[in-house]
């Protein structure tokens, strides 16, 4: 894909789009460990930034986009508009993360 590709915007600005493909996703599904647990109960009490739970969500969202982009390359895209991010509780303390966007195929605008 080209470099900044990715765009929550509905148009990448300075490109056009040639085609549009459709939907592409990555998907992740994840729990924090018994010591993961442990540690965010103790940085509860203290109050402040839970960073287990921080890092746990920085990286589930962090791998479902490169699932994302890894499919757009997968199906010939070079970019991705529309892209955006959800999150669904399976159980407790499981959580599936949901990256998604259009992928298309733009190319450089005439100045």
Do not use: K, W
Not at 23 to 29: C, E, L, Q
Not at 77 to 91: G, H, Q, S
């Amino acid at each position: 894909m080209l470099p900044n590709s990715v765009t929550t915007a509905l148009e990448l600005p300075g490109y056009r789009v040639v085609r549009n493909i459709g939907i592409v996703r990555g998907i992740t599904v994840r729990s924090r460990s018994v010591v993961g647990n442990i540690a965010g109960a103790f940085q509860i009490f203290f109050g402040g930034n839970i960073s287990v739970y921080t890092n746990l969500c920085e990286r589930a969202r962090t791998e479902a986009y490169e699932m994302m982009c890894e499919h757009a390359d997968a199906v010939g895209a070079n970019a991705i508009l529309m892209m955006r991010y959800d999150a669904n509780e399976i159980l407790s303390g499981v959580t599936e993360v949901i990256c998604y966007g259009t992928a298309v195929v733009v190319e450089e605008e005439a100045t």
